[in-house]
């Protein structure tokens, strides 16, 4: 769709103009709003978020069908009401934007009134398909965008990466935003608190940050930095309890699709002070991890262990990833219903 033209929308409340030079790839941050942004922008993320894995048929192509009883396994079995979609875990980078498209749609329509939050990773390599992917999670309803940082033609300093930021959150200037700071996977080595540095003033609808780094103190100087309604979500699950006491508020990871009971109980025990609980369930966790660590522990391995487990039909993941042997997974679930005494 394109235009040259002003349009406007009626979203939430709020009435926006857009100038739309192009295509909704090519969103200008001329934004007119008559009702303040921070009171209708969504509502806060907390407490635990699935990073989900993408269902593929045996012959690698997206299969939908599996989405709905995924769902109810997360909200039945594992006690998530969150999911963040189409991200590392979710092989994002390595689906078509019209893949992404298909996924993100069916997420939102079968979490309806189910699920309390659907994030939806939009974050490219191109700026034009992130803007796409932002406009496109607008339309069909999800409760927030992410975006990580592009990995092949790095932002050199923090102020370009929030530029780029800025342009794919201005497609979808209605929709809480959140960066997604993932280092050692893009290579992206900026502190995470130089990102934020005025980002608010840049993107008025920016919310929060998911941290999927191990570095606590550029953690938890971001915490410190930021202001109560943003969201403070954090990645490494065999860290939680560390970011915890730095001030998280929520959790976005792979393991939460098949340890969310554990989790929970950890986010409760830390909530009411009973630190040696809290302590026990992140050493199984670690337990957990550790042991899969050893036989060699990916992506792939890890969307396999979540089939074993869940009994969902996954798929195998997208190449180059290597589909996992069903005898590791195996040995990994198996390890894991030891430690948390399971059957």
């Known amino acids: ?7 406007s929308s009626h979203v939430n409340n709020i009435y926006i103009r857009l100038d739309l030079r192009c295509d909704y790839t090519c969103v200008s941050t001329s934004v007119t709003i008559k009702t303040a942004m921070t009171s209708t922008v969504g509502k ?3 407490g635990l978020v699935a990073a989900t894995f993408t269902p593929l048929t045996p012959k690698g192509e997206i299969n939908l069908s599996e989405i709905g009883p995924y769902i109810d396994y997360l909200l039945e079995q594992q006690g998530v009401k969150s999911i963040f979609v189409n991200g ?53 309803g999800a409760d927030g965008i992410a975006v990580i940082a592009p990995s092949f033609f790095k932002p050199a300093t ?13 497609a979808a200037p209605a929709v809480p935003f959140y960066y997604y700071h993932i280092p050692s996977v893009t290579g992206v080595n900026l502190q995470a608190r130089d990102v ?18 191990s570095d606590l103190m550029d953690f938890g100087r971001c915490v410190s930095y930021c202001p109560s309604h943003w969201s403070y979500l954090y990645g490494v699950d065999e860290q939680l309890l560390g970011a915890l006491a730095m001030g998280a ?18 986010l409760s025990a830390f909530e009411k002070g009973d630190i040696t609980l809290a302590r026990i369930l992140q050493f199984q966790v670690q337990d ?23 009994g969902l039909a996954l798929g195998p993941p997208r190449l180059p990833l290597l589909l996992c042997p069903q005898a590791k997974a195996r040995s990994i679930a198996q390890r894991l219903q030891q430690v948390l005494g399971v059957k």
């Open 1 to 7: 769709m394109k235009s040259n033209g002003w349009c």
């Open 88 to 140: 590392t875990t979710g092989e994002g980078l390595s689906l078509t934007v019209e893949e992404r498209k298909q996924l993100a749609e069916e997420w939102c329509r079968k979490g309806k009134n189910k699920l309390e939050q659907v994030i939806v990773h939009v974050g490219c390599l191109s700026l034009k398909d992130s803007q796409e992917l932002a406009h496109h999670a607008a339309e069909i």
């Open 44 to 46: 806060k993320a907390t």
């Open 196 to 213: 934020l540095e005025g980002i608010e003033s840049q993107i008025p609808s920016f919310r929060g940050l998911k941290f999927s780094g």
């Open 249 to 266: 508020n929520g959790a976005v990871g792979s393991t939460y699709n098949y340890l969310g009971k554990s989790g929970n109980r950890l």
């Open 158 to 170: 923090a102020g370009a990466l929030r530029m780029f930021l800025q342009e794919v959150a201005a």
């Open 288 to 310: 957990i991890l550790s042991y899969a660590i050893d036989l060699g522990f990916d992506l792939a391995v890890n969307k396999q262990l979540m089939s074993e487990v869940s």
